[in-house]
């Protein structure tokens, strides 16, 4: 897995300095674990937009990949609205009154090892589809608290994955086959009994169009948590009724009626198309 880290800076002399300095800002014994990185440095101030840093994204996006993202806390915003899609670390633009090169080896090294961890629950099968789940329209305790460990920054210490860990063993613990029939699919079951099946067909594509759609809608459409996947997954979401229909929230927070259907075709970042 190649991992790009993009630092949103502020300061134009520091984004000079991690476009001189590179990957020789990480520990050594990180760069020889992990010889998959790249740094790159991406200056903003407070007329950065979020379709701007939407594009730049989306535009990197490629087969098996992560993104972490340092974002300079003070452009809280920004931070908090990438947090979704990309793995979203604040830190101290003061440096904590370490060097430039001693603090970004301490958060680098802390931030990597974090990141790697996660990625391999993210890659691990019988996880993935489970951090996938639609975060608008899933109703369950446990993906808000996962939601809550990545939209305000992640804390990238010791008791963050032991935390991942514990809310993907309460969901697994949802995932059943229907009541009333003989097939053994399964399905992750939320808190008003909706039916979540990843979806392995492909006869319903993700919609990113501005507008309707807003600029972020595009980035949530290919990366989760960090992680890049399959644009095309989806889940076809049904219940033990014969039809589902009602209130759903759209991929850019807008609430949208869906007459009675067999099933819906919801995507992780919550776009829903035809079936």
Sequence with gaps: MKIFV???TGDKAVSRIIGISKTAL???DIRQKHSDIAILSYSIDHSTTLAELARYFVDRCSDNIGVVVLCDNRFPQLAQA???PLF???FDYTFSGKTIHNYF???LSQVIKTFSSFAARFDNAKYRKLLLLPLRNFCGDEVRQLHALFKNGVRPDGKFNDSI???LRALRCRQKPKVETKNQKVYIVDDIDRLYEAGHEIHCKLETGVPPHHNLCAVTGVYRFGKQYDKDLHFNVSTEEETIGGVFTNCHGIAEERAP???LNMFPNDF???N
């Design 6 to 8: 993009v630092v949103l």
């Design 26 to 28: 990480i520990p050594r």
């Design 82 to 84: 990438l947090s979704t």
């Design 88 to 90: 979203t670390v604040i």
């Design 105 to 107: 080896g301490m958060v």
């Design 165 to 167: 860990d514990v809310l």
């Design 261 to 263: 259907c067999s099933h």
């Design 272 to 274: 829903f198309g035809a």
